[in-house]
């Protein structure tokens, strides 16, 4: 099966940069996937990753080591809507589902 | 615009009482899922459907139910609440199985006393 862990809170100051961690454990890997969700809302799609290296979109990032079964997103020039959650998340196995990480909730503050 | 619809958004019901949330995606997607979510579990897939009338099990199946008698559609059926089912709700969709990107519904927020 899939499994995979997030902190579950990071904090920091508008125009600051944040890094979120993701470290999975698969059976077969994909790819992984970030998905930002602001308080009651639903969780929107930001970025994939399929090969190692970093993808850039506008201020967010995010890399994907597979030899060391890790992953962050980078959020540079942080600014107060980016507080929500992040969650990462990969595809299982037999391509049926997407499996989620618990997700981390960004706080920033003024 | 490409979305994908929930409704009721908020629902209060009693303990056995059958309730159904629906969902309707427009944008032809043929992969559709629906996901539980509550604090400190994440998201946990309930049921998924890969195309009109082929649905399966997701991880937290139990006291649930689903079809897919049309594409645009994949609605969620409770047949006898309990507790704790109590939580949010939300439908996906993708275009197709595999699919990284799923496009998300506004959640149904469910309260079963």
């Known amino acids: 099966g899939q499994s995979l862990e997030q902190p579950s809170e990071v904090t920091a100051v508008e125009g600051a940069i944040v890094q979120i961690n993701c470290t999975y454990q698969t059976s077969g890997f994909y790819g992984l996937s970030w998905y930002q969700q602001h308080d009651g809302g639903a969780p929107t799609f930001l970025s994939y990753n399929a090969l190692d290296g970093l993808e850039e979109t506008g201020r967010f990032s995010s890399f994907l080591s597979r030899s060391d079964s890790y992953g962050y997103l980078l959020l540079q020039e942080l600014q107060m809507k980016d507080s929500a959650s992040y969650f990462c998340a990969v595809m299982d196995t037999g391509f049926q589902k997407l499996v989620f990480g618990t997700g981390t909730r960004l706080l920033v503050s003024p | 615009e490409a979305q994908v619809t929930q409704n009721p958004r908020y629902l209060i019901t009693v303990t056995g009482k059958k309730l159904t949330v629906t969902c309707s995606q427009n944008?032809?997607?043929?992969?559709m899922s629906w996901y539980r979510q509550d604090p400190g579990l994440g998201l946990r897939q309930i049921y998924y459907s890969m195309n009109v009338e082929v649905t399966d099990k997701g991880d937290v199946p139990e006291g649930y139910k689903v079809s897919r008698k049309e594409k645009r559609n994949f609605p969620l059926i409770l047949e006898s609440p309990s507790p704790n089912q109590t939580s949010l709700y939300f439908c996906?969709?993708?275009?197709?199985?595999?699919?990284?990107?799923?496009?998300f519904g506004p959640g149904t927020r469910l309260t079963v006393t």
């Open positions: 996906a969709s993708s275009p197709g199985q595999g699919f990284y990107e799923q496009y």
């Open positions: 944008m032809n997607h043929e992969y």
